[in-house]
């Protein structure tokens, strides 16, 4: 009885690590590339930048989350290289369960996981239910990507 619940649990993980793969395949991929490193000049790589918001605290963890939920719109430069292109908005399609996922997702695939603060506790649902609430434009998630100074 025990040992199934605990094996339940267990394949609940999996299931749920899973499906933030999944939703990266489905929706981000295509831009962003399965293997995360974007295409210089027109998609910005998500390698080693996703956990370089994360380590800035709660105004850089509400910028992924606002990024994916409301798009981003204006100039940016990310691993060197500089791209004003436009990010569509997710909020409309991906359930708040989705977008915890993917973020989840983002800033540990491809060895970013070594990158993240050590006392960071990754994405929840709620933390997307709440942001949503806010429903900002594109251009006023770029405001906030200026305000984080990020490279
Ligand atoms: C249609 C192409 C496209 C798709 C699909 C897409 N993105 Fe983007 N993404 C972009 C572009 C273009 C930018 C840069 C926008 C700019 O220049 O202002 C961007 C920026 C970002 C950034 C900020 C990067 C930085 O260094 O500031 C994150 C994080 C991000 N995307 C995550 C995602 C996730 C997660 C998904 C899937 C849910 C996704 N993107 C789907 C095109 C896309």
Known sequence: MRRALIFMVALGAVAFAASGQQVYQQYCAACHQTNGKGLTGAFPPLVE???????????????????????????????????????????????DEQIAAV?????????????LPKDFKGFKAEDVARERKKSLTPQQVYAEWKALGSE
Request: glycine letters at 16%; hydrophobic letters at 40%; a negative charge.
């Open 103 to 115: 973020l989840d997702y983002i800033t540990k695939a491809w060895g970013n996981d070594e990158r």
């Open 49 to 95: 930048e996703a956990p370089e918001y994360a380590a800035k605290g709660e105004k850089g963890i509400d910028f992924l989350i606002h990024v994916v939920l409301f798009g981003l719109q204006g100039q940016i430069t990310a691993g060197g290289a500089t791209y004003n292109g436009i990010m569509p908005p997710f909020g409309p399609q991906l359930s």
